[in-house]
């Protein structure tokens, strides 16, 4: 478990299967997934017992009211080469709290202050410039573009392939 003066990240369990299945979905979240809805709880449960053991998979607690807010994740964890892939999703009744900024802090912290990590990516829908401009913030910059690269509700869309590299984020917050 990691937590702050916010927010508590508790590790992802079946406990959770109802929490994640309402926001996987949401339709307006679930626009900017690269998969579609629905998922259902069969299937959420057979991916909790097949995904990597090395997966940073955490839901958000909001520490004022212990109210589960979103969930933040690194996964696709490679050691040999020192890289993952980071996602949050947050509930829409905790938007525009700053949450998924200070999960993202409290998690890449502790990724690169304790593991062999030295670059995290992400990949996002290009028109989804909420979500860029919070990628931004934490410290990600865009390393790649993926012209119609993801088919999604009738039509071809771009994808932004985002970095942050452990270096830059010493820099920019300190060891």
């Keep these: 478990m990691l937590y702050n003066d916010f927010i508590t990240l508790k590790p992802i369990s079946v406990k959770d299967t109802e929490f994640i299945l309402e926001l996987r979905n949401d339709l307006e979240i679930a ?3 690269f998969s ?3 998922l259902y709880d069969f299937k959420h449960s057979n991916w909790l017992k097949i995904r990597s053991k090395d997966d940073l998979d955490f839901i958000v607690m909001e520490k004022q009211t212990q109210k589960r ?3 933040i994740y690194i996964t696709n964890i490679d050691y040999r080469h020192q890289k993952g892939e980071y996602g949050i999703v947050l509930h829409s009744n905790f938007r525009g709290k700053n949450l998924a900024y200070k999960a993202s802090k409290l998690l890449l912290d ?6 062999p990590i030295q670059k995290i990516i992400l990949k996002v829908f290009n028109d989804n410039q909420k979500a860029i401009k919070l990628y931004k913030k934490i410290g ?3 390393e790649g573009y993926f012209k119609k690269d993801i ?3 009738g039509e071809f869309k771009d994808v932004c392939q985002m970095a942050l590299f452990k270096d830059n984020w010493f820099k920019k917050n300190g060891k």
Excluded at 110 to 115: D, G, K, R
């Design 31 to 33: 626009d900017q997934f």
């Design 69 to 71: 807010a979103g969930r």
């Design 110 to 115: 502790h990724v690169f202050n304790n593991l």
């Design 140 to 142: 990600f910059s865009q």
């Design 36 to 38: 579609d809805p629905p």
């Design 151 to 153: 088919y999604k509700k």
